[in-house]
């Protein structure tokens, strides 16, 4: 498999006063093709930086991200959004959803930029809330749904657009059994046909089931040596 993605050096240290918070600290990582990733780590280890620092959403502090060798801080803020709205799904441990319109608008406007339709964009949204098994909550608006049919949209919104690579932050950390084994079996499928996952996760249970590899997180450091999932 290639090595696409890497994280070389990669920190990201907040300033508290006089007070430094390392939350991502010096982290080497390499990527490979489809290649299935899990983390984890304790509460405030610095998973969700990292996450966002890979997914080009923040900016280091220090190091850098490269993607197919070109590093993120040589790329102009054109490409570097290109990149994420082609090529990163990204589900938030918070959802991130547009409060003002409903779950079918929330997916459907992850096309907005891809050229479709608007009918084909919406049809398309249609189908895999569908598959979600969401479709009789596509009109609904985020605040009427509930936590597990929110994490289910934003899910279905970061993989309409079929991204190459998904950020899952605790995909399934308000699903009950049934809905967590929908999510995983449909992250199965995808990446079987090549998407990479990085997915931070407590849930041993899909970890094992899931995950080519397991890295732990420590106070901004990640562990070199592999967790069994
Ligand atoms: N904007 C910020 N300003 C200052 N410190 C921050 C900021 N965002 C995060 N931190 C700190 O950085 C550290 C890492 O936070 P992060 O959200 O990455 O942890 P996490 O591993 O995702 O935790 P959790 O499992 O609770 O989601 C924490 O100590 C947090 O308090
Ligand atoms: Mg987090």
């Given at each position: 498999m290639a090595e696409w993605l890497r994280a070389a050096?990669l920190?990201?240290?907040?300033?508290?006063?006089?007070?430094?918070?390392?939350?991502?600290?010096?982290v080497n990582l390499s990527l490979e093709q489809g290649e299935f990733l899990?983390i984890?780590?304790?509460?405030?280890?610095?998973?969700?930086?990292l996450l966002n620092l890979l997914a080009g959403l923040?900016?280091p502090?220090?190091g850098d991200v490269l993607v197919d060798g070109s590093p993120f801080?040589?790329l102009?803020?054109?490409?570097r959004?290109?990149f994420r709205?082609?090529r990163v799904g990204m589900?938030?441990?918070?959802?991130?959803?547009?409060?003002?319109?409903?779950?079918?608008?929330?997916?459907?406007?992850?096309?907005?930029?891809?050229?479709?339709?608007?009918?084909?964009?919406?049809?398309?949204?249609?189908?895999?809330?569908?598959?979600?098994?969401?479709?009789?909550?596509?009109?609904?608006?985020?605040?009427?749904?509930?936590?597990?049919?929110?994490?289910?949209?934003?899910?279905?919104?970061?993989?309409?657009?079929?991204p190459d690579i998904l950020f899952?932050?605790?995909?399934?950390?308000?699903?009950?059994?049934?809905?967590?084994?929908?999510?995983?079996?449909?992250?199965?499928?995808?990446?079987?046909?090549g998407l990479s996952v990085v997915m931070?996760?407590?849930?041993?249970?899909?970890?094992?089931?899931?995950?080519?590899r397991?890295l732990?997180?420590?106070?901004?450091?990640l562990?070199?040596?592999?967790?069994?999932?």
């Amino acid at each position: 498999m290639a090595e696409w993605l890497r994280a070389a050096e990669l920190c990201r240290f907040y300033r508290r006063g006089s007070h430094v918070v390392r939350a991502v600290d010096t982290v080497n990582l390499s990527l490979e093709q489809g290649e299935f990733l899990g983390i984890v780590g304790s509460s405030g280890s610095g998973k969700s930086t990292l996450l966002n620092l890979l997914a080009g959403l923040d900016t280091p502090s220090a190091g850098d991200v490269l993607v197919d060798g070109s590093p993120f801080s040589e790329l102009s803020r054109r490409e570097r959004s290109q990149f994420r709205s082609a090529r990163v799904g990204m589900v938030f441990q918070s959802f991130n959803l547009l409060p003002q319109y409903s779950a079918l608008e929330n997916v459907a406007l992850a096309l907005l930029f891809s050229g479709e339709r608007r009918r084909t964009r919406l049809r398309r949204a249609a189908e895999i809330l569908e598959r979600m098994e969401l479709g009789d909550r596509a009109d609904h608006r985020p605040a009427d749904l509930s936590g597990g049919e929110q994490q289910r949209v934003a899910i279905a919104r970061a993989m309409i657009k079929e991204p190459d690579i998904l950020f899952a932050d605790e995909p399934t950390g308000n699903l009950d059994e049934g809905n967590s084994a929908l999510i995983a079996d449909m992250l199965v499928d995808f990446n079987s046909k090549g998407l990479s996952v990085v997915m931070v996760s407590h849930d041993r249970e899909l970890t094992g089931k899931l995950c080519n590899r397991v890295l732990r997180m420590d106070y901004g450091r990640l562990q070199p040596e592999e967790v069994a999932p």
